[in-house]
């Protein structure tokens, strides 16, 4: 059987702490090889001219050329998935948002030293950046997709939503009511992608709950992004917020968010815990609680990224009653996320991103 060929990726940072680092982290995953540093972005373009790596992880503050600048030029040049790298500050969190408007396909923090659970942490977090990246569908980018293996065994525990919550009962949540609440699961490639979606809904829409893949302080900037371009409202959830007509609720990073019911009124939790299908917040845990709390009542909608978080949840949204969406193959970045849903057998209906805005209204008031 041939060997399936590893993902190379290029580092680019000024640190050489960083850049030993991130080799040694990238490295210890056998499907990822670290085919060379830089420690700027001219040291990098002479790199990339001799061999193109598949994933380049990115910082953003460097000597004689800043990350984003360097970002812009290589994706009107060569496309190539970029990973951005930043400390974990609310001012660079803006900072960042331009990058992934700019092409950058994720976000990852750049490792601190920590006990080993945190380190294992970021290990997780920052290999499977690496991979998604390195399957994604570039804008205005002609090369394929390259199609990696997976891994045949997961070397680290991967767990559930049963760490969260108990599973739904087999019975209906309750019967349908007059409100219907939505929630969203989207992972790399889906900060552009959400923006695509809620610009497109009205002000009264049904109130949304979404995760998104995305580290502690950047959720905050995200939200307030989104905030100013849409006609709902948007913000960052907090703990007992209410959710309703008009209000989208954001997880916040590293926090996992759960839908609440009380009599008629829809509310979020805001609960920390461990990773739950790798990841903190889990569109898995969200969406559990949906079919929990909801279930009629409830539209869940999958959207582009990498793995298999909110598959099992969406399925269990679906035998709860909820009418279920995903993202179709051709507008998503990564075709992960939603093509386990469907391989479930608990997708309603496929639709494209310029559409979904649509089919959401339509299966929030059916």
């Known amino acids: 059987m041939p060997v399936a060929r590893k993902i190379r990726v290029l580092i680019i940072d000024d640190s ?7 080799t040694s982290i990238l490295e210890s995953d056998p499907q990822i090889e670290v085919l060379g540093v830089a420690s700027d972005p001219f040291v990098a373009a002479k790199r990339i001219a001799e061999e193109i790596p598949d994933v380049i992880t990115l910082d ?15 994706m009107a040049q ?4 970029v990973v951005m790298c930043s400390s974990l500050t609310e001012a660079g969190s803006e900072t960042l948002l331009q990058a992934l408007e700019a092409g950058a396909v994720d976000i990852i923090l750049k490792p601190k030293v920590g006990v080993a659970d945190h380190l294992l942490e970021s290990k997780i977090r920052i290999c499977d950046a690496v991979k998604a990246a390195a399957g994604a569908r570039l804008a205005g980018s002609r090369r394929p997709v390259p199609q990696f293996t997976r891994p045949s065994h997961e070397p680290e525990k991967k767990l559930t939503a049963d760490a969260m919550l108990p599973p739904p009962t087999g019975a209906r949540a309750m019967a349908r009511t007059t409100e219907s609440v939505v929630c969203v699961g989207a992972s790399t490639g889906g900060t552009e992608a959400l923006r ?22 950047f959720t905050a900037s995200f939200a307030r992004r989104l905030d100013s371009l849409c006609a709902v409202e948007v913000k960052e959830a907090e703990d007992g917020d209410t959710v309703r007509r008009g209000r989208v609720l954001i997880a916040p990073g590293n926090r996992h968010t759960l839908l609440e019911r009380s009599g008629a009124r829809y509310y979020v939790s805001v609960k ?7 990841h903190r917040p889990s569109v898995d845990v969200l969406f559990r609680s949906a079919a929990r709390s909801a279930g009629s009542n409830a539209v869940g909608v999958i959207m582009t990224g990498m793995g298999d978080d909110g598959a099992r949840g969406l399925a269990e949204m679906k035998q709860a009653g909820a009418f279920t969406l995903a ?38 008031n059916r």
Do not use: W, Y
């Open 16 to 22: 050489a702490t960083v850049r030993q680092t991130l």
């Open 60 to 74: 953003v503050e460097m000597p004689r050329m800043d990350g984003i600048t360097f970002l812009r030029k290589l």
């Open 78 to 81: 060569k496309p190539i998935p």
């Open 196 to 217: 695509v979606l809620l610009e497109g809904l009205p002000p009264d829409s049904p109130g949304l709950v979404i995760v998104q893949h995305m580290p502690e302080k």
């Open 272 to 278: 920390d815990g461990p990773l739950v299908s790798r």
């Open 327 to 364: 993202q179709d193959e051709a507008t998503s970045v990564v075709f992960g996320m939603p093509k386990e849903a469907i391989a479930l057998g608990c997708v309603d209906r496929v639709v494209p991103l310029q559409g979904l805005g649509g089919e959401v209204l339509r299966a929030a």
